[in-house]
């Protein structure tokens, strides 16, 4: 079908004058509206007003311009059809072939911090989006083009045809129905608050479980936080080796809502493409980063901490890590939450690790990076909680997704209840919290053991707490590290006197967990044989 009238109407003026001018070179008519029509005619380009062709001016501050007969009868009119091209002809009303349209940028002007519900409001686009859908929908006679990156590939096809192939309009078409159900979902999101922007749920004074002696508590209402449907909206920036394995392809996409953070604002320095998996680790590496505020360094293998430390800077932080665990660091990822520098390259010198990152880099510490460790991705990644709505994690499972607020809950020590006959100390207790927000990272069943700046001992995934205590022990032994004096923090509550009983025997002087078992007794008369302190959170952090 020859192209010899085209509709352009945009509001991103980026490369439109070139395509105005190479349509018109090739004998186009060009029909615009207001400020788009103003620009093509300073560029010594002839254009038809819009409302030369309606006969009714704009009105309502540009409101109402393209809402009219003429122009989506021209759009609409399939070419196939006498009975349409008649109606066309009775009325006056020109064939148009080609639909350019960039709708107003609500998306940016909503992602803009204190946007203002009138400014969001007034860039609603309602002409843009009717004139893309109507041309889509006819799209067996009309072209659409929605994206100043598609302005090459059409006026090319034109010139070399005269016409768009039925192949391109299919596939425009495709593209203008994905950017118009994008647009109206980013109205949606904004108007209700955002995708799945969820209210924390309060902490319970006890943790709900069925075999718990302890009233259950109040379960989160799922009828307001979490909407009956849910669009997500997210653009794939980053195609990835492969997934878990070699046989699996894999990307990563960005959740399009808004300003990017976490993995999505990352900036990779050097090294290889990224996997699958080492995004996976990063993700944990950095969730739990952002629980420390001090100098503070992590080490993830597997999703699972094996080495965290604080100290007075990074590059003692990473030496303290690092001992946590000196086996399992190998092929780790690594993260630090201050400027990395050489005392963190001369500390993991001689180790290979898949990933190291920051908030930002000393440039002689990124030249020797780059020269002493190939292989290594270098990831430059902002280290500081997300501003604003409380975050909401998905997971896929089979046949559908799982949406549920993220673990935000901190510690308030003042809440905390000791429940045996000594209380902790004053370094006991800062640690038990040091050891409390490693254990939240930690896959279920979890024990940590830790001083107040290092975890020496890490249990993780295993099938029964007993277990998750004996092999925390055994890694802190196999570090060279020492369990007398150190703190234990569980996840969950400690079913029965056994998994405490282990920690014990090891020599830890001080224990927190959520509490809420049946035989609690037990447990704390456990720990009052050996003058453990213990101190129940009423917060649990299953991590699966």
Not at 91 to 105: E, F, Q, R, S
Not at 214 to 242: D, G, H, N
Not at 293 to 322: F, L, Q, R
Not at 381 to 410: F, K, N, W, Y
Request: hydrophobic letters at 45%; one cysteine or more.
């Amino acid at each position: 079908m020859k192209i010899r009238r085209a509709l352009i109407s945009v509001h991103d003026k980026t490369g439109v004058v070139e395509l105005a001018r190479g349509l018109h070179g090739l004998g186009v008519e060009i029909v615009s509206t207001g400020g788009t029509a103003r620009l093509l005619r300073e560029s010594g380009i002839p254009v038809r007003e819009v409302a030369d062709v309606t006969g009714f001016p704009e009105m309502l501050d540009g409101r109402v311009k393209t809402l009219h007969p003429k122009l989506h009868g021209g759009i609409l009119a399939r070419r196939d059809v006498p009975e349409h091209l008649a109606a066309l002809d009775k009325h006056g009303i020109p064939a148009i072939d080609l639909v350019v349209v960039a709708l107003y940028p609500f998306e940016a002007t909503v992602a803009r911090p204190g946007v203002t519900l009138d400014e969001a409001i007034e860039q609603i686009d309602v002409g843009g989006p009717a004139m893309i859908r109507a041309a889509a929908k006819n799209h067996g006679s009309v072209g659409v083009v929605t994206d100043p990156a598609q302005y090459g590939v059409v006026l090319d096809e034109i010139e070399k045809t005269g016409a768009l192939s039925v192949e391109t309009r299919s596939r425009l078409a495709r593209e203008a129905f994905a950017r118009t159900a994008q647009y109206d979902a980013a109205i949606a999101d904004y108007l209700l608050g955002g995708p799945l922007r969820l209210p924390p749920r309060p902490p319970s004074s006890r943790v709900d479980r069925a075999e718990s002696s302890i009233a259950p508590a109040t379960k989160a209402s799922t009828a307001e936080p979490f909407p009956e449907r849910v669009e997500i909206r997210a653009e794939r920036v980053l195609p990835l080796r492969y997934g878990e394995n070699p046989h699996q392809g894999a990307a990563f996409y960005r959740l399009a809502d808004g300003t990017p953070w976490g993995l999505s604002a990352m900036r990779q320095l050097h090294g290889p493409e990224l996997g699958y998996n080492n995004l996976l680790d990063f993700s944990a590496a950095l969730a739990l980063l952002l629980e420390f505020e001090e100098p503070a360094a992590v080490v993830i293998k597997h999703t699972n901490p094996c080495g965290v430390a604080v100290a007075a800077s990074v590059g003692a932080a990473v030496e303290k890590a690092k001992a946590s665990d000196p086996v399992s660091i190998y092929g780790g990822i690594v993260g630090v939450n201050r400027t990395l520098d050489l005392p963190v390259v001369a500390a993991l010198a001689g180790i290979f690790v898949e990933i190291l990152f920051a908030p930002g880099f000393a440039p002689d510490a990124l030249e020797e990076l780059k020269r002493t460790k190939k292989k290594c991705r270098v990831l430059e990644v902002p280290c500081a909680r997300r501003a604003g709505a409380t975050a909401v994690e998905l997971r896929s499972v089979a046949g559908g997704l799982l949406a549920q607020s993220a673990d935000t809950a901190d510690l308030n020590t003042e809440q905390l209840k000791t429940v045996t006959r000594r209380a902790p100390t004053g370094d006991e207790l800062a640690a038990l919290r040091f050891a409390w927000r490693v254990a939240k990272h930690v896959k279920s069943n979890a024990i940590v053991l830790a001083t107040r700046e290092q975890i020496v001992g890490v249990g993780a995934g295993q099938m029964n707490r007993l277990d998750s205590a004996r092999l925390a022990v055994m890694r802190a032994r196999e570090a060279g590290l020492a369990t007398e004096g150190a703190v234990c923090a569980s996840d969950a509550f400690f079913p029965f006197r056994d998994g405490l009983d282990v920690v014990a025997a090891a020599g830890v002087t001080a224990v927190i967990q959520p509490g809420g078992s049946l035989r609690d007794q037990d447990v704390i008369a456990a720990a009052d044989e050996r003058d453990i302190a213990m101190v129940f959170t009423g917060i649990r952090h299953f991590r699966h």
